[in-house]
């Protein structure tokens, strides 16, 4: 089964901040991947347990109602404990700055990125906005139950 291109695909505008800074892209294409991966822009060192910012070099300008999702990469966490304190971390539709991306070493010794290495994913996400109704809350099975309410 070959790959073809989704006609209905969403465009949003990006700038690269810098010629070298590299375009999110799907590694398996948008019919097999959520997210879009992000590359460093930047050489960076990864001390553990200190989060920092790594640089994309690039800004994206998203429609109203959606937002881009930040998350960790599944192989740098399992391989090496890299993540995203904040995942998801959302970039809002009206932030026009450079994407950088906040990562920490949970292992026990650095990490090196480099300029180019694929550090993040990108899921865009549609959102509702929200009124709040002050009220009585209706009744649930669940209820006030939080926290292990539902067992083992």
Do not use: C
Not at 63 to 77: K, N, T, V, W
Not at 84 to 108: F, H, Q, W
Not at 121 to 146: F, T
């Amino acid at each position: 089964m070959g790959t073809t291109l989704l006609s209905d695909a969403m465009k949003i505008r990006i700038k690269r901040l810098s010629e070298a800074a590299f375009l999110p892209e799907y590694a398996h294409g948008p019919e097999e991947d959520a997210g879009l991966d992000l590359r460093a822009m930047e050489a960076a060192t990864l001390a553990p347990g200190v989060p920092r910012t790594v640089a994309t070099g690039i800004a994206i300008e998203l429609p109203p109602g959606y937002e881009a999702q930040l998350r960790p990469r599944s192989g740098l966490a399992l391989k090496h404990a890299i993540t995203l304190p904040n995942s998801p971390a959302t970039i809002d539709p009206g932030y026009r700055g450079e994407i950088r991306v906040i990562l920490l070493n949970m292992g026990k010794t650095a990490y090196e990125i480099q300029a180019g290495d694929r550090i993040a994913q990108m899921v865009i996400a549609r959102y509702e906005k929200v009124e709040w109704e002050e009220g009585e809350l209706g009744d649930s099975a669940r209820g006030a139950g939080g926290f292990g309410s539902s067992g083992r």
